[in-house]
């Protein structure tokens, strides 16, 4: 059995890996065309190697160490940023009894709370000033909406009295949880601000910070970050179809609800412009936290009239 289980996820790391590229390319089209120009369209047919190259350029470019740059942290953030998000994947509800968790909802709650490590330590080893004010951004920012990550989840995991996201996905058989159309709205401008994605990318704001919290890394230690970041969002795009779509069978109703979620991911970034950061902040303690916390309310209400006519 165990095995089996390091077996598939073997497998799973290397197709998440095959899958991280293509979302780049993905990505750069898009911004191509919502920009009225075409992307990457010279290597390979219509620019289908583009990842491959990308990865050659940025994996054979000499690696620069800061001289100044807490050595050990500065080496390892990335490191630890891209385990984490391959970690937290094991909490999504799978079919087969080899990666099936119990309390998954606690695993999630658990890796996405030591997320922002990585991020910070990344900021101070680089001991630059750009670099230790968008980590200290990034901490602020991410625990602020994590709570109403956490409040949405919980509201919704009210319905099932369970903490295993499988019951919660079988739950939606009838009704899907996106037709609760003010929680969906929450939890997609929620997911932007914790993924640090425009227009909440205060993390590495270019104008204002170069690079933010990322800006003495490159060569590999940079790639790997940015690996990281796009395992986020894929991951984050397979916990909206399974929470709001109710699917993640391989079926077209989840391929096309995995591609509308990650559309609107990027979609966000060639659209809107950088939110302020005091309006960030407001946003989420005086507007979305309430408006979360009361939907609570509203669930443990509905949840206990569904009881009674059942």
Avoid at 33 to 53: A, C, F
Avoid at 246 to 252: A, D, F, H, R, V
Avoid at 270 to 291: G, V
């Amino acid at each position: 059995m165990t095995f089996i289980f390091w077996l598939n996820f073997f497998i799973f790391v290397i197709l998440t890996l095959i899958s991280v590229a293509f979302i780049t390319l993905f990505e750069r089209k898009v911004l191509g065309y919502s920009q009225i120009r075409v992307g990457p369209n010279k290597t390979g047919v219509n620019g289908i190697l583009q990842p491959l190259s990308d990865a050659i350029k940025l994996y054979t470019k000499e690696v620069n160490w800061p001289y100044l740059s807490n050595t050990l942290p500065f080496f390892f953030s990335p490191c630890l940023s891209l385990s984490l998000s391959f970690m937290i994947w094991i909490s999504l509800p799978y079919f087969s009894s080899v990666m099936f968790m119990e309390m998954s909802f606690m695993f999630f709650l658990a890796v996405l709370g030591m997320g922002v490590y990585p991020i910070l330590v990344s900021g101070w080893s680089s001991n630059s000033n750009y670099s230790s004010l968008g980590g200290m951004r990034a901490l602020a920012q991410t625990i602020s909406y994590e709570v109403s990550l956490v409040f949405i989840i919980i509201s919704m995991m009210f319905l099932t009295s369970n903490l295993n996201f499988l019951k919660l996905m079988n739950s939606q058989k009838f009704a899907p949880m996106i037709l609760f159309f003010m929680v969906t709205l929450m939890w997609l401008i929620s997911s932007l601000a914790e993924l640090n994605r425009t227009p909440f990318d205060f993390a590495e704001g270019e104008s204002e910070l170069v690079s933010g919290f990322n800006t003495e890394y490159s060569s590999g230690s940079f790639a790997i970050i940015f690996m990281a970041e796009y395992t986020m969002i894929m991951f984050f795009s397979v916990m909206s179809s399974v929470m709001f779509m109710g699917t993640l069978k391989m079926s077209m109703l989840f391929l096309l609800s995995l591609m509308n979620f990650m559309f609107f991911y990027i979609w966000a970034r060639s659209t809107l412009p950088r939110y302020r950061y005091d309006k960030l902040m407001y946003m989420c303690w005086k507007l979305i936290l309430p408006i979360s916390m009361f939907n609570i309310f509203f669930m443990v209400f509905l949840f206990n009239t569904l009881s009674m006519f059942m």
